[in-house]
């Protein structure tokens, strides 16, 4: 996790921090769907998955930060599936 200071922002750490939080949610959302929701609930939990990962990917680029691999790894995976997941 991101430690504020002296080349951090307060509020940039705080958005970062939200949007980590979105992440892990909707992973902890789409876990809990694979067995108890239909396909197309499924879909629509990976598609907000995707727009929860891309967002945070897309502001730790604009914090100067590197995007971890794993990440661009489970982006391309969820884009990958697309209507087929």
């Given at each position: ?51 929860s990962?891309e ?17 661009r ?13």
């Amino acid at each position: 996790m991101l430690e504020p200071g002296p080349g951090l922002d307060p509020g940039r750490h705080l958005r970062l921090t939200s949007l980590l939080e979105d992440v892990k949610a909707a992973r902890r959302l789409l876990d809990l769907a694979r067995h108890d929701k239909r396909h197309v609930e499924q879909q629509q939990l990976r598609r907000d998955l995707l727009a929860s990962l891309e967002a945070y990917a897309a502001a730790l680029t604009l914090a100067g930060a590197p995007v971890p691999p794993r990440l661009r790894s489970e982006i391309n995976l969820y884009k990958g599936l697309g209507a087929r997941g």
